[in-house]
């Protein structure tokens, strides 16, 4: 079984994130923590394989977790790095300081059942070389970095798509294409575009209200099932 550590400032995400590690074969969780603090303290005590580290968190930053495991003193730990979708710069700080994996909020079960299965295949990669080839662990490494679960359309960016679901999650009775256009700083033309990405992708659903006089009006909203965004 692949020890699995919990880190993030959120109770509800921290249960999610429990239970979808519970679902996935070959994993299970040794401990939670929801401070900075408390991560660096769960890994001395529960000696995990992997820590599922959150980059926001109330009292320092997952990077600043990240540093202080690297910098010695910690047991050795795989990490995978979770964040929101507009923060490219920290999760590009992340992978440098060693993070090979990363989910963008929202998500859901598949793709990360995907990430762990990846994970796993090359711990079990690794774990078969009779001698380390640092060779071949940096090609392992490597294609594990470049890898993503899912090639964005031509012409539509993480960052914005982070912003259109930023600007969904903010909502609970849903938002039309023009309120999510003038909430993100976008034309109406390209919020509909991530909208109706975000809908193909079963991650966002569309209503129609009606009311006043006229058509419809269509209100786009985040699906149940998915995460909260990292602050």
Do not use: N, W
């Not at 040794?30 to 303290?41: E, F, M, P």
């Not at 979708?85 to 598949?110: C, E, T, W």
């Amino acid at each position: 079984m692949i020890r699995t550590l919990v880190v993030d400032d959120d109770f509800r995400v921290a249960d999610l994130h429990c239970a979808y590690v519970s679902r996935a074969a070959g994993f299970g969780v040794v401990g939670r923590a929801h401070t900075g603090a408390d991560a660096l303290a769960e890994v001395d005590r529960t000696l995990p394989d992997l820590v599922l580290l959150d980059l926001y968190l109330p009292d320092m930053s997952g990077l600043d977790v990240l540093q202080r495991l690297r910098e010695g003193g910690h047991p050795s730990v795989d990490v995978i790095a979770i964040t929101a979708a507009r923060d490219v710069s920290s999760l590009q700080i992340a992978m440098r300081g060693g993070v090979v994996h990363y989910l963008i909020k929202p998500f859901r079960f598949a793709a990360f059942q995907e990430k762990l299965t990846s994970y796993a295949a090359a711990r079990a990669r690794l774990a078969r070389l009779a001698e380390a080839d640092q060779g071949e662990v940096d090609r392992i490494f490597a294609a594990l970095r470049t890898s993503r679960p899912e090639q964005l359309p031509k012409g539509l960016s993480d960052v914005t798509l982070g912003l259109v679901i930023q600007a969904l999650g903010r909502s609970g009775s849903g938002l039309t294409a023009a309120a999510v256009a003038e909430a993100a700083g976008l034309s109406r033309v390209t919020a509909r575009r991530y909208l109706d990405y975000l809908c193909q992708l079963s991650m966002a659903e569309v209503t129609m209200r009606y009311g006043g006089p006229g058509r419809p009006e269509h209100r786009y909203q985040l699906v149940g099932a998915q995460l909260p965004l990292a602050r």
